[in-house]
């Protein structure tokens, strides 16, 4: 069995506002965001499906069209090749998740 120390891990910002530590698992892909309020990411989409868990403060999250205010405890869950885009509405935290496996995500930047 693995254990990571996420405190320990680097911190890259893959775009302006939000800070990720990554890891993966032998079929999926973490990611701890902190964000900063009015940091965006625009609308795209991937092959992997995606979790956002909301830790601390809100996020809009807009899927396949539909926008959602999301806070503590909420989560939003993007279906594979579906478009999404992400607002944070204050500073906070988010944990995401991609399954499967996100390529490279710590390693370089990309959607």
Same mark, same amino acid.
């Given at each position: 069995?693995? =254990?990571?120390?996420?405190n320990k891990l680097p911190?890259?910002?893959? !775009?302006? %506002? #939000?800070?990720?530590?990554? =890891?993966?698992?032998?079929?999926?892909?973490? %990611? *701890?965001?902190? =964000?900063?309020? %009015?940091?965006?990411?625009h609308e795209h989409s *991937?092959?992997?499906?995606?979790? #956002?868990?909301?830790?601390? %403060?809100? !996020?809009?999250?807009?899927?396949?069209?539909?926008?959602?205010?999301?806070?503590?405890?909420?989560v939003g869950i993007v279906?594979?090749?579906? !478009? *999404?885009?992400?607002?944070?509405?204050?500073?906070?935290?988010?944990?995401?998740?991609?399954?499967?496996?996100?390529?490279?995500?710590?390693?370089?930047? *990309?959607?």
């Amino acid at each position: 069995m693995t =254990f990571i120390d996420t405190n320990k891990l680097p911190t890259i910002e893959r !775009l302006p %506002g #939000w800070r990720g530590r990554y =890891f993966d698992s032998a079929s999926m892909t973490f %990611g *701890h965001y902190e =964000f900063d309020a %009015g940091a965006s990411i625009h609308e795209h989409s *991937h092959p992997q499906e995606e979790v #956002w868990e909301i830790l601390e %403060g809100e !996020l809009e999250i807009t899927i396949a069209g539909v926008t959602q205010r999301a806070g503590p405890g909420s989560v939003g869950i993007v279906p594979p090749n579906t !478009l *999404h885009t992400v607002k944070a509405v204050s500073p906070g935290k988010a944990i995401v998740i991609d399954y499967p496996l996100r390529e490279s995500m710590s390693r370089s930047t *990309h959607d």
